[in-house]
């Protein structure tokens, strides 16, 4: 798709955006499948609270991401890399606050728009750039990968 949208002689730019959904599509599987941090910014309820019978209390709450771009009933067999769950049957985007947890949750933050705008850019100019393939092992045959994280913080 990237090629028949942006031809040789050209890197591509923000106006072939609108022609290259599906890499948004990846950019949005990419941030859940495995946050790069898998913890949440800590909140502190002002008060103790109960909502949905969950009692809140007034302590720091840190959410886990990771738990929540797991969860099946948002994300169907959530720990398999599909990017067309950000796409509608149509083919075009999803509602960009639903189901996106790359930045924690649904918020505006103030430098949100420009991150998203630079991994695209990033994403479009390397895989317009560079030919990425499988490995080979010795006799040519692909090497398949078998996705293993480890999860931590280092502080």
């Not at 929540?68 to 985007?93: I, Q, W, Y």
Request: charged fraction near 25%; aromatic fraction near 10%.
């Amino acid at each position: 798709k990237l090629t028949k949208v942006v031809k040789r002689d050209k890197m591509p730019c923000f106006d072939d955006k609108a022609s290259l959904l599906y890499l948004d599509a990846i950019l949005r599987e990419v941030l859940r499948w495995y946050p790069h941090v898998p913890l949440g910014i800590p909140h502190v309820g002002s008060n103790n609270d109960v909502y949905n019978g969950y009692f809140i209390p007034k302590q720091l709450i840190c959410s886990s991401i990771r738990a929540l771009s797991r969860d099946e009933d948002m994300f169907p067999d959530a720990s398999c890399f599909n990017p067309s769950r950000h796409l509608t049957v149509d083919g075009k985007l999803k509602d960009p606050f639903v189901n996106h947890m790359a930045f924690g949750r649904q918020m505006f933050l103030a430098g949100r728009w420009f991150a998203e705008n630079v991994l695209w850019t990033a994403a479009a100019t390397i895989l317009a750039v560079l030919r990425i393939d499988h490995a080979k092992d010795s006799n040519g045959d692909r090497i398949e990968v078998k996705p293993e994280f480890t999860t931590g913080l280092a502080m």
